[in-house]
C-alpha cells in the first residue's frame, strides 16, 4: 500500500490546545479516511509507483504526445471531473468539527440518548453558510447565513439545518423555487452574484406580504454579522420532542454565541468584500488554529402539547417566532466548534444536511414548511452527490453501523455479503431484524390528523406584520436607521419605480416612520392606499378577499432579545487589532499596549509604511505583519497609535494611515493613541470630534483614547474593543416628519 492512514491533523493544532482536542468514535473514525502523503512516493490511482510526473509520453522530446500514455490521461481525466454541482442554495460556506454536551439530563422531555449524558461528548460537524451566492462569492454578501449541525450520535445522525434568523421568506415549501428564482441573479444576464438589491427579489417580496417579518430580519445587521461565532442560530421551525413515556411537546431550537451576537457596518461590508472576500472563512479558521475555539448555547424553548393554540400566531408558521418573554429559551447544552476540517471538499463541500436525518426523540410538525423540506434534502444530494451512496462518504456517515437490505447504485462503497438483500427472508435469518422501540427503533409521534385533503393556507397564517413590527420595535436607534439605510439602498437599486412604490405599501402596513424614512431616500411617495390585492399569492379560483393579512397586535410590544444592542459585551476574546507605526516608534508604549491586548485574548497586527522590520526610537525593532498594501482598516475591530515623534510624523504624511483611521471611525470602531501620536488623529476627517479627556466614561461613550500613560490606555482601549461599535457616532437620518 503506498497511502498511510494515520489521524491526520494532531501536528497541526497547538501543544496547550491539545487536550480540549475531540477524542472520540467519529474522529478516529474520519481520521481512517485521512491520507498522509508525507515520506511516501507518487503513485496512479491503481497504485503504480510513478517515475516522471513533469513529463507526458512523446514521439521524441518535441512530440507529438502519445494517447498511450495512461499517467496523463488518468491525470487529465481526473481533473476534468474535480467539480460537482454546487448547492443550488447555499453555495458558499464553511466548516469545522466539533463536539456537543448537553448541561443535564432532558429526560423528562426527550429520549434521545445524546440529550441524557452530561458526562457524554457528541461528535458534530458544522457547516455555515451564506443562500444566494455562488461557491466562489463573498463571505460578506447581505444574506440568511445557514448554520447547519449534523450531530453523530450513537442512535444515528440529527440534522440540525438552522439559519442565524429564527423566521423565513414563506409558509409554504411551493413557493421556495419561486423565491430562490428570484433572489438569485436575474436569468438574462447573471446580475447581481450573491446580493438581493435587483429587481426580481423585490417584486417577488412586494407581492408575497408573509415574508414581511423575515425582510425585518434581512435588512437589519444580522445580515452582515462580524463571525460565524458572533451570530445566533435557529432551527426555524416548530419541532416535537418526545420522551421515553411517548408524550411529546413542541420545541424551537435555538443556538446563542458565547461571544455575544454583532455584525459589522454595511459600508464595511462592502469593503470587505474586496479586501477579502473569505472574511468570515478565515476568522473561522484561524480562530480555531489559534485555540480560540467557536462556544455557542444550545437553547430550547419548549411549549407543552395542551398550549398549542394559546398564543396569538401558530406554531406551525414559520413566519413567527415565540417571544422569549412568552417562552423563555433555556440554555441545555454546549457546542465547541475545535477542529478544522483536513480538506475542504471530502468534508464540507461533500457533507449532506437533511430536515429528516432525526433521531428517537426528536420528530416533526406539521409546518408546511418543514414538510416539504423533507423531502427536498434527499433529492438534491441524489444531482450533488451523483446518487443514493451519498451516506457512505466519510462526513455523512454516522459512527453506528448501518444495516439494511438497500444494495448497490453509483460508487457503492460497502461490501455486503451474502445472499439476503430483502425482507422477509429465511436465507439470512431474517437479518437485519427490525428494531422494537425498546431497543431505539424509530417510531413516529402518532398524532391525530383528521381532515379533507385541500390545498389551501391556515387562516391563522394570515397575521403577517406584527411580528415585524415586534421586531423593528424592539431595534434600538442606530439599529432602525440602519434597516432604513439598508432597505434605501436595496429598493435603491431596483430600477422598476412600481417595485419600489409596492414595497413602500408593505413597509407602511409595518411602520409608517420605517416607510417614511426609506421613501425620503428613494425619492419615492408610500402609496396612499396600497396597491390591492397586495397579496399575489393567490389560486386561480381563489377570491382576493380571502387572501389578504389580517391585522393582529402582538402580545409583546418589545423584545430584549431581537436587539443586538443587548448582547454580551465582555470580551475581546479573538478580535483582531492593529498597530499603526512607522520608523522612530514608541516601542515600549507598542509593547505594553500589545500585550495587554494578547494576554486580554486578541490578534494583534503591527502595520507599516512597508513590511519587515520598523526601528523604534529606542532602535529596538518591531516587525510589521503587513503594509498598508495588504492590510485595510475593515479587517479589523480596532486601531491603535503609539507615539514616537518620527512615526507619527512619517504616518500623519501617509495617506493611507489617515484614510486607516477615518475608515475605523465611520464604521465606529474603537481607537486609542498615545497623547504624542494626537497629530495623526489631527490629520483625520474626525479631529474635531476627539474627546476632551480619558475618563472610563466618556470612552465608554466614544470609543476614543487618548492618553499619555500605556498601561492605562491599554485598559480603558479593551474595555472600548469590548464595547464591540459605537453606533451613536453616526448622523441620525434624515426622516420627515
Ligand atoms: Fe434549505 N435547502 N430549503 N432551508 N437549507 C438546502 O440542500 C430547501 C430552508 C438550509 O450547509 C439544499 O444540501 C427547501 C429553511 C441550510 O449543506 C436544498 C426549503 C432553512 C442549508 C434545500 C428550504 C434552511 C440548506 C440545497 C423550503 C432554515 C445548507 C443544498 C421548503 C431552517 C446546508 C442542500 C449545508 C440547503 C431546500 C428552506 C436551511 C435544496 C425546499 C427554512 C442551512 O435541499
Given at each position: 500500500m503506498a497511502m498511510k492512514n494515520k489521524p491526520a491533523k494532531q501536528a497541526a493544532v497547538p501543544a496547550k490546545e491539545k487536550a480540549a482536542q475531540p477524542d472520540n468514535e467519529k474522529t478516529e473514525k474520519l481520521a481512517l479516511h485521512t491520507t498522509e502523503d508525507s515520506g511516501q512516493l507518487m503513485t496512479t490511482n491503481t497504485g503504480t509507483r510513478i517515475n516522471d510526473d513533469q513529463n507526458s509520453l512523446k514521439a521524441g522530446e518535441r512530440g507529438s504526445t502519445l494517447l498511450e500514455d495512461f499517467i496523463l490521461r488518468e491525470k487529465i481525466t481526473h481533473f476534468d471531473h474535480e467539480r460537482i454541482p454546487e448547492r443550488v442554495v447555499h453555495a458558499r460556506g464553511s466548516a469545522a468539527h466539533g463536539v456537543f454536551q448537553v448541561y443535564e439530563s432532558l429526560s423528562a422531555v426527550t429520549k434521545?440518548?445524546?440529550?441524557?449524558?452530561?458526562?457524554k461528548e457528541t461528535p458534530v460537524f458544522v457547516r455555515f453558510s451564506t443562500v444566494a451566492g455562488s461557491r466562489g462569492s463573498t463571505d460578506l454578501a447581505r444574506d440568511v447565513r445557514g448554520f447547519a449541525v449534523k450531530f453523530y450520535t450513537e442512535e444515528g445522525n440529527f440534522d440540525l439545518v438552522g439559519n442565524n434568523m429564527p423566521v423565513f421568506f414563506i409558509q409554504d415549501a411551493i413557493k421556495f423555487p419561486d423565491l430562490v428564482h428570484a433572489v438569485k441573479p436575474e436569468p438574462d444576464n447573471e446580475m447581481p452574484q450573491a446580493a438581493s438589491a435587483h429587481d426580481t427579489f423585490w417584486d417577488f417580496i412586494s407581492q408575497m406580504p408573509e415574508s414581511a417579518h423575515m425582510i425585518m430580519w434581512l435588512m437589519s445587521d444580522r445580515a452582515i454579522p462580524r463571525s460565524f461565532r458572533m451570530m445566533e442560530g435557529f432551527g426555524v421551525h416548530t419541532f416535537r420532542l418526545i420522551n421515553e413515556e411517548g408524550k411529546s411537546s413542541f420545541v424551537k431550537f435555538h443556538w446563542k454565541p458565547l461571544l455575544g451576537v454583532h455584525s459589522v457596518a454595511w459600508d464595511e461590508a462592502q469593503n470587505i468584500s474586496g479586501k477579502d472576500p473569505d472574511f468570515h472563512r478565515r476568522d473561522l479558521w484561524d480562530a480555531i488554529e489559534a485555540g480560540a475555539f467557536a462556544e455557542f448555547e444550545l437553547g430550547l424553548q419548549i411549549v407543552p402539547e395542551e398550549d398549542e393554540f394559546k398564543f396569538e400566531f401558530d406554531l406551525l408558521d414559520p413566519t413567527k417566532i415565540i417571544p422569549e418573554e412568552l417562552v423563555p429559551v433555556q440554555r441545555v447544552g454546549k457546542l465547541t466548534l475545535n477542529r478544522n476540517p483536513d480538506n475542504f471538499f471530502a468534508e464540507t463541500e461533500q457533507v449532506a444536511f437533511h430536515v429528516g436525518h432525526v433521531v428517537p426523540g426528536i420528530d416533526f410538525t406539521n409546518d408546511p414548511l418543514l414538510q416539504g423540506r423533507l423531502f427536498s434534502y434527499t433529492d438534491t444530494q441524489l444531482i450533488r452527490l451523483g446518487g443514493p451512496n451519498f451516506q457512505e462518504i466519510p462526513i455523512n456517515r454516522p459512527i453506528v453501523p448501518v444495516h439494511n437490505n438497500q444494495r448497490d447504485g453509483y460508487m457503492r462503497q460497502t461490501i455486503n455479503r451474502g445472499k439476503?438483500?430483502?425482507?422477509?427472508?429465511s436465507t439470512g435469518n431474517n437479518d437485519p431484524a427490525q428494531a422494537k422501540a425498546a431497543e431505539g427503533g424509530f417510531t413516529s409521534y402518532p398524532e391525530r390528523i383528521e381532515a379533507r385533503k385541500v390545498r389551501a393556507r391556515s387562516?391563522?397564517?394570515?397575521?403577517?406584520?406584527s411580528q415585524a413590527r415586534l421586531f423593528f420595535n424592539s431595534q434600538s436607534e442606530p439599529e432602525k436607521n440602519h434597516l432604513i439605510d439598508a432597505l434605501s439602498f436595496e429598493l435603491g437599486k431596483v430600477n422598476d419605480l412600481n417595485i419600489r412604490e409596492r414595497m413602500l405599501g408593505i413597509l407602511a402596513q409595518i411602520d409608517k416612520g420605517l416607510a417614511a424614512g426609506v421613501a425620503y431616500a428613494i425619492g419615492v411617495s408610500v402609496p396612499q392606499t396600497p396597491e390591492q390585492p397586495m397579496n399575489r399569492s393567490i389560486p386561480a379560483d381563489g377570491d382576493p378577499a380571502d387572501f389578504q393579512p389580517v391585522q393582529v397586535e402582538s402580545s409583546v410590544a418589545k423584545s430584549e432579545a431581537l436587539s443586538m444592542a443587548n448582547t454580551i459585551k465582555d470580551s475581546i476574546k479573538s478580535r483582531k487589532i492593529a498597530i499603526l507605526a512607522a520608523d522612530g516608534v514608541d516601542t515600549k508604549s507598542l509593547s505594553t499596549v500589545k500585550e495587554a491586548l494578547l494576554a486580554a485574548g486578541a490578534v494583534v497586527e503591527v502595520i507599516a509604511p512597508k513590511q519587515g522590520p520598523v526601528i523604534g526610537k529606542d532602535d529596538e525593532q518591531v516587525m510589521a505583519n503587513h503594509s498598508f498594501l495588504t492590510a485595510a482598516s475593515v479587517l479589523y475591530d480596532a486601531v491603535f497609535v503609539p507615539g514616537g515623534i518620527n512615526s507619527v510624523a512619517s504616518l500623519e504624511a501617509e495617506a493611507d494611515a489617515v484614510h486607516f483611521l477615518n475608515e475605523a471611525f465611520k464604521h465606529c470602531k474603537a481607537i486609542a493613541a498615545d497623547e504624542e501620536a494626537l497629530q495623526v488623529l489631527e490629520a483625520t476627517y474626525f479631529s474635531k470630534k476627539l474627546p476632551s479627556d480619558d475618563n472610563d466614561d466618556t470612552v465608554l461613550k466614544e470609543g476614543i483614547v487618548i492618553s499619555n500613560d500605556a498601561a492605562s490606555l491599554a485598559k480603558k482601549f479593551i474595555a472600548a474593543i469590548a464595547q464591540h461599535r459605537f453606533w451613536e457616532r453616526e448622523k441620525p437620518r434624515k426622516v420627515p416628519a
Open positions: 434521545a440518548k445524546f440529550l441524557q449524558d452530561p458526562s439476503s438483500s430483502y425482507n422477509p427472508n387562516k391563522s397564517f394570515f397575521d403577517h406584520f
